[in-house]
């Protein structure tokens, strides 16, 4: 097996491809160790005491090294920690379900928002799902609905395009730009 490496816009953050699947659906992010006792592969990759992030995609693993950290020898760690997960065929989550799935859930939502709007959430979703996921998984991470209101589009970038320099960038020339593009009722996209 060979795990592939590749650089995010996020220099903090590296993409790990280890040429299988990693998430059945959807994406899980950790940004605690705390929060990674719930995979087993995140949690030790966090026992290296110099990780601020792990996020699980579809076909990859993104990992945030933290401030002062030395990729040179973190590098060589993570696949280490990866390629004895993926040959042991070990369960990604504790218990060995695909429990720890992130879905976006109605209680993720930031606003309250009005059923009038409907339509234009299912635009702004579709837009989402079909042209700005697959750009931002290609540089590491994902995005989040956080919801529609007056406007306003509330959103959550996660993995290598959290904290990442060009994120507001991202989010305001890019992907406000999209959606108010093709969906003439969104005024504003803002960070979560």
Known sequence: MFIETETTPNPSTLKFLPGQQVMPGGTREFTSPEEAEASPLA???????????????????????????????LKGMVVSILLDHFVSQAPLFVGGDA???SVP?????????????????????????T?????????????????????????????????????????????????????PEVVEVRAA
């Open 105 to 129: 859930a109605e209680d993720d939502l930031l606003v309250e928002e009005n059923a009038d709007d409907a339509d234009i959430v299912a635009q702004i979703n579709e837009l989402l799902e």
């Open 43 to 73: 949690q030790a990759i966090f026992d290296t005491g110099e990780v601020t992030n792990v996020f699980f995609g579809s076909d990859f693993v993104s990992v945030s090294a933290a401030p002062g950290a030395d990729w040179s020898s």
């Open 99 to 101: 429990s720890g799935i």
């Open 131 to 183: 042209r700005v996921r697959p750009a931002v998984a290609g540089d590491g991470g994902d995005i989040a609905y956080r919801g529609f209101k007056d406007g306003v589009v509330y959103l959550t970038l996660q993995g290598a395009c959290s904290g990442c320099p060009s994120s507001t960038a991202t989010l305001k020339q890019g992907i406000e730009g999209l959606l108010k593009h093709y969906v």
